[in-house]
């Protein structure tokens, strides 16, 4: 059932008053047939309801004024590059000094004797008002751009709000019935939503804020429903491909051998693993827990079963030591119950790799832990059941396929410490199906938090010796050195010469050593081994400490400029300590950041739930801050925000799955512009969604 070409297909070359020029320049901004342009939203609004007389008007207030033309309008021409055009206004209450800089244009625009109304903020002073560069009209058209909410779009070269104001109210009319409309009667009758017709003329041009409002929550809710069940429909054809099932094994073996009780948040993530993999249908399954709520010993679990039942798992770690950590671990869980655990990093010798790879390639090996080496050309797996993946958000999604590509569509396990909150999660993760560790192990102590200006640095540094004089380690951590900050050269400069500042002022006796993100990650595993093993007192770090690499006997984090970090980032540092069985601190100078900033730290001083805490950063730095700005992991929308729109995505997803449900590959008539739009996202996403 392919949908033909409608109206709304029609290039915006072919509207009326558009044309060739005023096509590209909207070409540019993404805007390219008439759905789009209907689709082109204001980026916000202008009040210019508030109507005066001249003798009302106040300095400082925007307002319209109806006014006639006294003085026909002058041009003195200043200097090179500076015009100014002056006039004088009248009404029957008094006089109106309007100037325009540089626009000697709108001379022919205005007639003396004639009358206009204008829109601009009032300056001046008090009984001799003046206006400059206002917005006018001929009063004969008041209501288009003045005394009413006019639309303020995002505009580019070429192009004026006016003409794209003007242009989106000829698309609309060319539109005639029929606009975009995705939401059948029955979904917009029981979620409440407007008509297409009502919301995109409000939207462009509200008739009160009433009517935006209005029109806003029925476009907003489109776009979410639109997009999740664009998401559903990836989800349903995942399905199709085949697996391996893998029985589950009886994990009492296992969990006798533990040298804990795992928590029942882990049982239960255990069991939906256990489940997911006994059918052919490869699992995709997101293990999500907060930094030491226990996502290797659920992993473990994984390998155990696939293991028993004759599978290998190839366990995928961002960095070297990171793997040589998770390699060590499992070998001590699993080695006792006869489960071979090999490892295989990039940095291991000729010979030892090749050997591990016959292992792997004959079977011996049954859990393999790794690198990036693990998807590398030269290994061959004899049975590979599953893959895990630790921190996913380090993975590219194209490194997870590859690493599938390996075996016949294995099952894949990814374990994340980033808490994303569940509605995010749906879409970010889009195909994965989600457990959550929401339960830390018992006993687990609280790291007490400060936020700090510089006025207490001198008791910080007395806290620092107090802490490596017992016997403790202390991370101090600074902002990374970004690649496209402004002087990445500046800012790693910086942090070399804090390193050096310290140990040569501070601390002369301790021994200091430092960590950055432009390091080889030979180098770079070195130096964290060596703080590892105790041979150093503090580590000076950029943020690559932040995945997992566990120090128990590491008591303090400080973080300098903390503003400069997003809460979940501060929580998956402040992670690193409070390992061990002493009581740990974590102190944040607040660097220059003020007042937001000192709220937004004393979060993190109030709460230690890295759930409460992403959904306060969400909703204080919207989502692409949230997610970090190389890749938010989320698609682009037009309308909708994710951050300050979450109970619209709410009940637009509840629809989408009701809708997906009754008709899978939206193949019905009712559902045949939504399966347009659909389409349309997909392509529109493709980078993104997954
Ligand atoms: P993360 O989720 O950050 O990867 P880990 O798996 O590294 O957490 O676990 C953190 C620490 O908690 C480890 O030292 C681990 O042995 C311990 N641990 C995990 N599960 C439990 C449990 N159920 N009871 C007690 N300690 C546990
Ligand atoms: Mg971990």
Redesign the pocket.
């Known amino acids: 059932m392919k949908k033909t070409k409608t109206a709304l297909d029609t290039d915006i070359r072919f509207i009326k008053g558009v044309g060739e020029a005023r096509a590209a320049a909207l070409n540019k901004l993404g805007v390219f047939t008439l759905r789009d342009l209907v689709r082109y939203f204001p980026r916000t609004y202008d009040d210019r309801t508030s109507i005066k007389k001249i003798d009302e008007l106040i300095v400082g207030e925007t307002a319209c004024v109806f006014a006639t033309v006294a003085t026909a309008p002058r041009v003195t021409h200043i200097r090179k590059g500076l015009d100014i055009l002056k006039l004088r206004c009248v009404d029957e209450k008094g006089t109106l000094n309007v100037t325009f800089f540089n626009q000697s244009y709108v001379k022919n625009q205005l007639a003396a004797g004639e009358g206009y109304v204008f829109f601009g903020r009032v300056g001046g002073k008090i009984g001799a008002p003046e206006l400059t560069n206002p917005v006018f009209e001929p009063e004969e058209t008041f209501g288009t751009r003045t005394g009413r909410i006019v639309p303020i779009y995002r505009l580019t070269a070429g192009l004026s709000q006016n003409m794209l104001a003007n242009a989106v109210r000829r698309g609309l009319e060319a539109c005639g019935d029929v606009l975009p409309e995705p939401l059948s009667p029955d979904i917009q009758q029981r979620y409440g939503l407007a008509q297409a017709r009502f919301a995109f003329e409000n939207v462009h041009f509200p008739k009160d804020y009433e009517a935006l409002e209005i029109a806003r929550r029925r476009l907003i809710f489109e776009e979410f429903y639109v997009l999740s069940c664009a998401l559903d429909r990836f989800r349903s054809e995942k399905t199709v491909r085949r697996g391996h099932a893998v029985p589950r094994a009886d994990l009492k073996e296992f969990t006798d051998k533990l040298?804990?009780?795992?928590?029942g948040a882990?049982k239960r993530a255990i069991d939906e693993a256990l489940s997911d993999m006994e059918k052919t249908v490869p699992m995709s399954r997101l293990v999500q827990?907060?930094?030491?709520?226990?996502?290797?010993?659920v992993a473990a679990a994984c390998c155990f079963s696939c293991a028993r039942a004759g599978f290998q798992t190839a366990f995928m770690a961002p960095t070297e030591i990171l793997a040589k950590q998770h390699y060590e671990?499992l070998t001590g869980m699993l080695t006792p119950l006869g489960v071979t655990v090999e490892l295989l990093t990039g940095g291991m010798g000729v010979k030892a790799r090749r050997t591990a790879c016959g292992r792997i390639l004959s079977g011996e090996a049954q859990v393999i832990v790794g690198t990036h080496a693990l998807i590398s050309g030269g290994v061959e797996y004899r049975k590979l059941g599953l893959v895990i993946a630790?921190e996913q958000h380090r993975f590219g999604v194209a490194q997870r396929a590859a690493l599938s590509g390996k075996g016949e569509s294995p099952h894949v396990l990814v374990?994340s410490?980033t808490p994303i909150p569940r509605t995010l999660a749906l879409i970010v993760y889009g195909d994965l199906d989600v457990s959550v560790?929401n339960e830390l192990?018992?006993?687990r102590q609280k790291v007490d938090t400060f936020a700090v200006n510089e006025a207490m640095r001198p008791r910080i540094n007395a806290f620092i010796r107090k802490q490596v004089q017992e016997g403790h380690q202390v991370f101090i951590v600074c902002p990374a050195v970004e690649e496209n900050s402004e002087n990445p050269v500046d800012e790693l400069k910086n942090v070399k010469e804090y390193a050096q500042e310290l140990q040569k002022t501070v601390f002369p006796d301790l021994r200091i050593s430092l960590v950055h993100g432009k390091m080889k990650s030979a180098e770079k595993d070195k130096v964290m081994s060596a703080f590892a093993s105790g041979q150093l007192d503090i580590l000076v770090a950029t943020t690559v400490i932040e995945v997992?690499v566990?120090v128990?006997n590491a008591t303090l984090m400080v973080v300098e400029n903390a503003d400069r970090f997003g809460l979940s980032q501060l929580h998956q540092l402040r992670?690193r300590v409070g390992?061990g069985k002493s009581k740990a601190y974590c102190i944040l100078f607040e660097g220059a950041g003020g007042a937001v900033a000192r709220d937004r730290l004393n979060i993190m001083t109030k709460s230690n739930d890295g759930f409460k805490i992403a959904e306060e950063d969400l909703r204080l730095r919207g989502p692409g801050d949230f997610f970090g700005s190389r890749q938010s992991g989320l698609p682009e929308t037009h309308i909708a925000n994710f951050a300050t729109d979450m109970e619209l995505l709410r009940s637009a997803q509840a629809a989408a799955r009701e809708t997906v449900a009754a008709d899978p590959r939206l193949e019905l008539e009712q559902n045949a512009e939504l399966r347009f739009e659909v389409e349309l996202m997909i392509s529109r996403n493709e980078n993104t969604l997954n």
């Open positions: 040298p804990f009780e795992l928590t882990q827990g907060d930094v030491g709520s226990g996502k290797t010993a671990t630790d374990m410490a560790l192990p018992p006993g997992g566990d128990p992670g390992r």
